[in-house]
């Protein structure tokens, strides 16, 4: 005779990642030792997963109600921003840029016990689940300039100035100062 008692499964495991963008270049002027030139572009990423362990994962807490929970996860998110970047370069000796970056990102996670031994589907919630709802924003600006003393050499000399907000933290930002020499054979 058969039974109907469930079958142990693997884990399931889902995850999508997407990214999409939109760029606009604009040579403003294509003078040689005179260029200029425009470039602002728009993105888009989403992302999620979802995260059911399987009937024969080892349970990782046991309630008092007497069943055997496996821990379960749900998230997801998207970003959304602008980057802009103008360079102009005056003369074949000096050449200078300047941009900035803004994003933003919003998402959701739902995190908690199931019962390991409910079944195919395992939508038996057992116990509170950690859920949250979370924003964040990413901004950064750079100037930058490129000198040509010589033929053989350039010197690369620029200053960014980055900030992150997230959830739950004190809003952090930095100033990073860069400098390159560069030997061209």
């Known amino acids: 005779g058969g039974t109907n008692a469930p079958q142990a499964e693997d884990d399931q495991q889902y995850t999508t990642n997407?990214?999409?963008t939109l760029t606009y270049?604009?040579?403003i002027s294509s003078e040689s030792d005179h260029e200029s030139?425009?470039?602002?572009a728009t993105y888009a990423r989403e992302g999620s997963l979802v995260y059911t362990p399987g009937g024969i994962d080892e349970?990782?807490?046991d309630t008092i109600k007497g069943?055997?929970?496996v821990i379960s996860e749900n998230r997801s998110f998207t970003t959304l921003g602008i980057r802009t970047k103008y360079d102009n370069r005056l003369s074949h000796e000096f050449m200078y840029a300047t941009g900035l970056n803004l994003s933003t990102t919003s998402g959701h996670e739902d995190f908690g016990p199931v019962d390991s031994t409910y079944g195919e589907h395992y939508s038996a919630v057992t116990g509170p689940h950690s859920i949250t709802n979370y924003m964040?924003?990413?901004f950064g600006a750079f100037i930058e300039t490129e000198i040509h003393p010589e033929e053989w050499t350039d010197v690369d000399v620029g200053v960014r100035y980055d900030?992150?907000?997230a959830p739950n933290v004190p809003m952090e930002s930095q100033i990073s100062p860069r400098v390159r020499w560069n030997f061209l054979f």
């Open 18 to 20: 997407a990214f999409q």
């Open 25 to 27: 270049n604009r040579s």
């Open 37 to 40: 030139n425009l470039m602002i």
């Open 59 to 61: 349970p990782t807490i």
């Open 67 to 69: 069943t055997s929970d």
């Open 136 to 138: 964040g924003s990413d």
């Open 163 to 165: 900030q992150h907000i």
